[in-house]
């Protein structure tokens, strides 16, 4: 289901901020003790002792989590929140994959700015019990980033919370393999039925889900089968009815961009959610389709004006005067000459 990234290459570590700083700073934020904020920060694991600059955001994710409280996330373009819900409203459910719930604060802004919607909507967005494993797995793995430890740690908790609320139903799996294929298995049940969303960052995942899209939108053209009765009476055709499944990843701020796959080259590429098959060609083969249009339309230009010039040199060939056109003419004219005056001197002789 997910894809992480090992360690990347080691960078220069920002400066260690002094104790009393930070956590004043968070104190005054968050309305907390100072002990309040060392016990949270402490039981992820963060040394409270040599805290740096670039770790504030994280300490900030890790009590907002722990507090239940997301306002900061929240988009402050008061436009956003209609534009979120022009995306998503038409989706029977929303399903969240892993990646997306430890990619930054990412996850944190786009529930944030849908809890709104899921609540005039009554909506819920869907996190697999097989994500919840995954969760727990990762944040004891020693391979990964400890951000992503640390998120893996504290987002079951909010998960859950956000659950009780409403927000949010962890749905049985009922499944032993890996998540990836059990999330197509599911989509290829449930998306010939209701218009479903998948948040992922997995890329992979994303192109199977986007082709599956586009195989069972094809099937819905097809019309149901008909028994012969119904073919005897002429009954009408039954189509089933059109649903979509689209698939997502978060960028920063938790905004949302769907996967496209270019059925040219079979490469996959995100741009904003439209309501059409995911299946459509990429800017690259956009541009090589409209060169190969003009080069076609170049030698068709070019060969319309070769058949054009080929045409006049035949009708100049052939009606070019020759000397046997010449010979042959002066021969016609020899005769019908002869023939006239023939006709002169016999009428002189009757009439004489």
């Not at 894809?3 to 009393?20: D, E, L, Y």
């Not at 004891?140 to 609320?165: G, H």
Request: aromatic letters at 6%.
């Amino acid at each position: 289901m997910a894809r992480f990234f090992r360690r990347s290459a080691r960078t220069p570590k920002a400066p260690v901020i002094a104790a009393n700083d930070y956590l004043g700073t968070l104190s005054e934020e968050f309305h907390l003790s100072k002990d309040s904020i060392l016990t949270a920060i402490r039981a992820v694991g963060i040394d409270t002792d040599h805290v740096r600059e670039d770790q504030m955001d994280l300490l900030r994710e890790v009590l907002s989590c722990k507090t239940h409280n997301l306002n900061r996330y929240r988009s402050q373009d008061e436009k956003y929140e209609d534009v979120l819900d022009e995306e998503v409203r038409s989706f029977n459910e929303i399903y969240v994959d892993t990646a997306p719930i430890i990619q930054m604060d990412w996850f944190l802004h786009f529930v944030a700015d849908m809890e709104p919607i899921l609540k005039r909507r009554k909506k819920k967005l869907l996190i697999l019990e097989k994500t919840m494993e995954e969760l727990h797995g990762l944040k004891d793995n020693q391979e990964k980033d400890k951000d992503v430890r640390i998120r893996a740690t504290i987002r079951p908790d909010l998960i859950r919370y956000l659950a009780k609320r409403g927000l949010v139903r962890i749905g049985d799996t009922g499944s032993d393999g890996i998540a990836d294929d059990h999330l197509v298995n599911l989509f290829n049940r449930i998306g010939m039925n209701e218009d479903v969303l998948l948040v992922t960052q997995d890329r992979g995942l994303s192109e199977r889900i986007v082709r599956l899209a586009h195989k069972q939108q094809s099937a819905q053209l097809q019309p149901y089968s008909q028994s012969v009765w119904e073919k005897l009476f002429h009954k009408e055709l039954r189509y089933p009815a059109r649903h979509t499944m689209v698939v997502c990843k978060l960028t920063e701020g938790g905004l949302l961009q769907r996967c496209y796959v270019c059925p040219e080259c079979e490469e996959s590429y995100y741009d904003k959610i439209a309501d059409c098959d995911g299946m459509i060609p990429c800017s690259k083969c956009i541009r090589d389709c409209k060169v190969r249009d003009a080069q076609q339309m170049e030698t068709l230009r070019k060969k319309r004006e070769e058949d054009a010039l080929r045409t006049e040199r035949e009708a100049y060939l052939k009606n070019r005067p020759t000397v046997e056109k010449m010979i042959r003419k002066k021969k016609k004219e020899m005769a019908i000459t002869l023939s006239v005056g023939g006709v002169v001197i016999a009428l002189l002789c009757i009439f004489l």
